[in-house]
């Protein structure tokens, strides 16, 4: 891993650091075969070379893309900004204090009254996302 686990100086900023290189990650990773608005994307994509201030400048950039056509960041983004605006309701002070359980708590909690295919993306999403974190050896 390029980085420390705790990048930034607070959970919460430490937490959208991540989101905002799995995101960019995603916009070079999903099929752009549909674009249709390449200076918008470029934007987007250049912005999140620079710092995102809060989820919603990243919710903001996501769109961007998506409405430039870009298929599918949405549904990863989307799941992972409830997971985000869940876990930070627990004012953890470090990112290595997220475990399995912790995870299947906040999971449960903002995937119950969802549909049965939408509550299985919510943990495939997550756990693509802290895939992609898992520090290597």
């Not at 799941?79 to 999971?107: Q, T």
Request: no cysteine.
């Amino acid at each position: 891993m390029k980085f420390p686990l705790d990048y930034k100086d607070s959970f919460e900023k430490s937490l959208l650091f991540w989101l905002v290189k799995f995101v960019r990650y995603k916009l070079s990773a999903l099929s752009n075969k549909e674009l249709k608005n390449d200076a918008l994307f470029r934007r987007a994509s250049l912005a999140l070379n620079h710092e995102v201030a809060n989820i919603n400048e990243l919710e903001r950039l996501a769109k961007d893309a998506r409405n430039a056509g870009l298929t599918g960041i949405n549904t990863y983004f989307n799941p992972l900004k409830k997971f985000y605006e869940a876990i930070v309701e627990y004012n953890l002070e470090s990112m290595r204090n997220i475990d399995e359980e912790l995870l299947s708590e906040i999971l449960a909690s903002i995937t119950g009254g969802l549909s049965d295919a939408r509550q299985k993306k919510l943990p495939n999403r997550a756990n693509k996302f802290f895939r992609l974190h898992r520090p290597t050896k």
